[in-house]
């Protein structure tokens, strides 16, 4: 595979010079009709063998286009902060908004490849990783994201001589490190491993472009003369994704697919079940003390929890979310409310503002409205497309997974009421000084498309109750019990959680 890629080839400086002066023209006039349209973000990622120039060569597309509108990253070993995260935490915090370039160093691929090399992943769990990486790269060209990705080489002879040339200079030798030299060593296996990690990732919308290290001219040139024509390419592209788009995001309704279903998963719940005032009373004091006290031991063992909460408008979330977290210790919880995304949200991928808020370990993350939003109100209210939230269940069902293989406990709550219900509380709420505020004109604007948005739920809890992360359903048209059972829920799965953690029980 690599052998095109050791061919010495070399560019003078005098034809350097003249390649450049166009070549940095192109960039330029692209960049600025990218940030202009803000459409989609452009991702570089930059691997290969040490000493090969991808520091330089980053360096360079920083001199040729404008910095302001460009990040680089160079990923280290995880800090505390990020290992107490999930794994791909840290690149979703540092992804660029649309109309934005991100240059990456030693990121995604970087510790697969060096686990491979030193034996810390056998084939499955290599496979695995890999696999992880195809699906967050899916995701982010589906979402029109423009991926590309480097693989800087150098022959086993050429990297030694260009290790050996940097510590032999005094302005450079930092740049050389111990591990330089062991991974030296190990050239053959960071060959192999590097062969099948280009060979298993390399797809037409995230592709690897494999250059050639030896000659600073030449690297710098390929490297930009790809990314030009890729960058264009994609900015034309981007026309065509646009315009088959549109409709979408006009308020038109996406909500009547399969409108003919006749039975929901609600339909089967029994909304009269209720709880006297005297046993809620009674049963919400010891759920809480319980509940406190299992919190403060999962906090104890770095056990991090995320409570999702959905449901029709005055179902009851606020009010369960609040007799849950009454007995945590408030410094280890944060409670998320999410409404219609921001200017800088909508700049992103749509699940970028809620990895953002995922709790480090130990602690407790609640989210009011959650990433469903994209099957739920998305979906009906016609702002997304029918490609958009069709193929957001698998998203989302991959960004459960990585939550639930990190430890994490997940769980996911729809409250469930009747419209006969649900009209009660809207007037209960307008006659009320203390309430009237949570009434708004979207939500009678949502009741109108009931019907709508109980088929987009029963399909979203068909398409997303998995075995490790399934959905509750919550049987609300009766507050104190929709409470109770909330809160015994959580009780019952941190229980499992301990005990599965300490091995006899918590």
């Not at 009851?316 to 410094?331: H, Y």
Request: glycine share 8%.
């Amino acid at each position: 595979m690599f052998d095109a890629a050791e061919l010495g080839q070399t560019v003078g400086d005098k034809a350097f010079a003249k390649r450049e002066r166009d070549l940095r023209a192109q960039l330029l006039e692209l960049q600025y009709r990218s940030l202009e349209r803000a459409r989609f973000p452009v991702l570089i990622d930059f691997a290969g063998v040490d000493g090969a120039g991808k520091g330089t060569t980053i360096n360079m597309l920083n001199k040729w286009m404008d910095p302001r509108w460009l990040r680089t990253v160079g990923y280290q070993a995880p800090t505390e902060e990020e290992r107490s995260r999930p794994r791909f935490w840290r690149y979703w915090r540092d992804m660029p908004p649309k109309g934005r370039i991100g240059l990456f160093l030693s990121g995604r691929y970087s510790r697969v490849l060096l686990q491979r090399v030193y034996g810390g992943l056998d084939d499955a769990a290599f496979e695995e990783r890999l696999a992880q990486i195809i699906r967050f790269e899916n995701m982010l060209v589906d979402d029109g994201a423009l991926v590309l990705k480097f693989w800087m080489h150098l022959s086993q002879e050429h990297q030694k001589t260009r290790l050996e040339t940097l510590a032999a200079d005094p302005a450079l030798s930092y740049r050389v490190r111990e591990k330089d030299w062991r991974n030296h060593e190990h050239y053959d296996a960071f060959i192999v491993a590097g062969e099948k990690i280009i060979s298993r990732t390399n797809k037409g919308d995230a592709p690897w472009n494999i250059v050639e290290g030896v000659d600073a001219n030449h690297r710098h040139l390929e490297v930009g003369e790809i990314l030009t024509a890729e960058l264009a390419r994609h900015l034309e592209n981007n026309k065509d994704r646009t315009r088959r788009k549109t409709g979408a995001g006009n308020g038109e309704s996406n909500g009547g697919a399969n409108s003919k279903r006749s039975v929901t998963v609600f339909d089967k719940l029994d909304l009269s079940l209720q709880v006297g005032r005297e046993e809620y009373e009674q049963a919400l004091g010891r759920c809480q003390a319980r509940l406190g006290e299992l919190g403060r031991i999962a906090g104890e063992k770095g056990i991090s929890t995320v409570l999702a909460f959905e449901g029709p408008d005055a179902a009851g979330k606020g009010g369960a979310i609040r007799r849950t977290v009454w007995s945590l210790d408030a410094r280890w919880y944060r409670v998320h409310q999410f409404a219609a995304p921001t200017d800088v949200e909508r700049a992103h991928h749509y699940l970028w503002r809620f990895w953002q808020r995922l709790p480090r370990a130990g602690q407790v993350s609640v989210f009011d409205r959650s990433w469903y939003g994209r099957v739920l109100v998305e979906r009906t209210e016609g702002f997304a497309s029918e490609d958009e939230w069709r193929r957001a269940y698998a998203e989302i069902n991959d960004f459960e997974s990585q939550l639930v293989d990190d430890g994490i406990l997940l769980l996911k709550f729809w409250l469930q009421i009747d419209k006969d219900e649900q009209i009660s509380r809207f007037e209960k709420r307008a006659q009320s000084p203390y309430k009237h505020w949570k009434l708004t004109d979207e939500d009678w604007r949502n009741r109108e498309q009931w019907d709508a948005y109980q088929i987009a739920a029963h399909e979203m809890i068909q398409y997303t109750s998995t075995r490790t992360s399934p959905w509750v359903l919550v049987e609300g048209n009766d507050k104190q019990f929709a409470r109770l059972k909330v809160i015994q829920t959580v009780i019952d799965h941190l229980q499992a959680r301990l005990a599965e953690d300490n091995g006899n029980g918590a």
